[in-house]
């Protein structure tokens, strides 16, 4: 049973994110969505908790995708879920050079994991979590972009409801 993980802070989650998940469903027998507790990033919008929740609301009907966190290092939150493979999604060439830095290091913390890289649909290339909340900090529309109970969450966060 080949089993991935699909790790990321999701803040929130966003229709790229979950074309990866949709798309990373139907080639791995379990996928597991870890939102990332990262305390040395900025602050995030929505606690570990709302982006778990918001998350499992968005892959409700995967059967085969569960929604977990974690903290510290990832490798070692994979090789805990004995995880054979990791999935990143990637939206353009400057994502390829981060993500291959990260993977270098997994690699020489455990031979035995692999990473897999997902191009992003096309229509999501441009789609991060960053713009989505800088665009719904100012009530602009996210419809479109995120799921519409995360859209609802933002408006709830920055106050517009």
Known sequence: MTIALYPGSFDPVTLGHL????????VFDRLIVAVLHNSGKSQPL???EERVELLEKSVAAFPNVEVDYFDGLM????????VNAVL???RAVSD????LQITAINKKLDEEIETFFMMTSSHYSFLSSSI?????????????LVPEHVELALKKKYGYL
């Open 19 to 26: 074309d990866i998940i949709q798309r990373g469903a139907k």
């Open 46 to 48: 929505f606690t570990v």
């Open 75 to 82: 490798i070692e939150y994979a090789k805990k879920r004995k």
């Open 88 to 90: 990143r999604g990637l």
């Open 96 to 99: 390829f050079e981060y993500e």
């Open 132 to 144: 989505v909340k800088e665009v719904a900090k100012y009530n602009g529309s996210v419809a479109g």
